[in-house]
Nanobody, 122 residues
């Protein structure tokens, strides 16, 4: 079992930055692929970024060059640094984990956090 708790969301102006954190508990954190998804009101949950246990990363085209995912296995934490934020980045951001390789499909992830709201004003 892996429990995930996100933090770091908030309100920011367009062009600003936020850093999300996801604290994980569970013995197998270091071997899990970790990912961030986001969901805007009335829309489906969309892939944002993922990082493997060894540090390999993968990003959605919409955030490539602006967002950076990283992990600290010693602290059981994964981060999402979000720069040059746009109003269309507004959503609830979810941390997720799975034991296999990177996937961009939310149904492939076994564990989820409760989400943290990110609002970008224009």
């Amino acid at each position: 079992q892996v429990q995930l708790v996100e933090s770091g969301g908030g309100l920011v102006q367009a062009g600003g930055s936020l850093r999300l954190s996801c604290a994980a508990s569970g013995r197998t954190f270091s071997r899990n692929t970790m990912a961030w998804f986001r969901q805007a009101p009335g829309k489906e949950r969309l892939f944002v970024a993922a990082v493997t246990w060894s540090g390999g990363t993968y990003y959605a085209d919409s955030v490539k060059g602006r967002f950076t995912i990283s992990r600290d296995n010693a602290k059981n934490t994964v981060y999402l640094q979000m720069n040059s934020l746009k109003p269309e980045d507004t959503a609830v951001y979810y941390c997720a984990a799975r034991q296999l390789s990177i996937s961009s499909h939310y149904r492939d992830y076994d564990y989820w956090g409760q989400g943290t709201q990110v609002t970008v004003s224009s």
